[in-house]
């Protein structure tokens, strides 16, 4: 339809990986969640980076009952994904449970 806008389909993420698990402030290598279909998801943070560029997904945490939004931030030249300011401290993202 000409003119017309697609908009991304909201998915929430409940849960991630870390490369180092361990260590709260290494860079996250999945995030995933169960979609409405009740089937579980895992996607690699460059393909999440990849389909809110393309405007496929946005992607959202629930933080006490409120939704905060995913977002791409860089830092020294390497984008990764971080949740929007919200007044929370830490990060939302990071401090999801570990992805099965």
């Known amino acids: ?3 017309s806008v697609t908009m991304a389909d909201s998915v929430q993420i ?3 990986n ?3 698990h361990y260590n709260a402030h290494e860079r996250i ?3 995933g969640g169960v979609g409405a279909n ?3 998801w895992k996607y690699s943070e460059a ?3 990849r389909d809110i560029k393309a405007g496929t ?3 959202y945490v629930n933080v006490n009952n409120r939704v905060v939004w995913v977002v791409i931030a860089t830092h020294n030249g390497r984008e990764y994904l971080k949740t929007e300011a919200d007044g929370y401290a830490p990060n939302n993202l990071l401090n999801l449970g ?3």
């Open 1 to 3: 339809m000409a003119g």
């Open 57 to 59: 997904y946005s992607f």
């Open 29 to 31: 290598q999945n995030v």
């Open 14 to 16: 409940s849960c991630i």
């Open 18 to 20: 870390k490369r180092q």
């Open 38 to 40: 009740g089937v579980r």
């Open 98 to 100: 570990e992805c099965p």
């Open 47 to 49: 393909e999440a980076i």
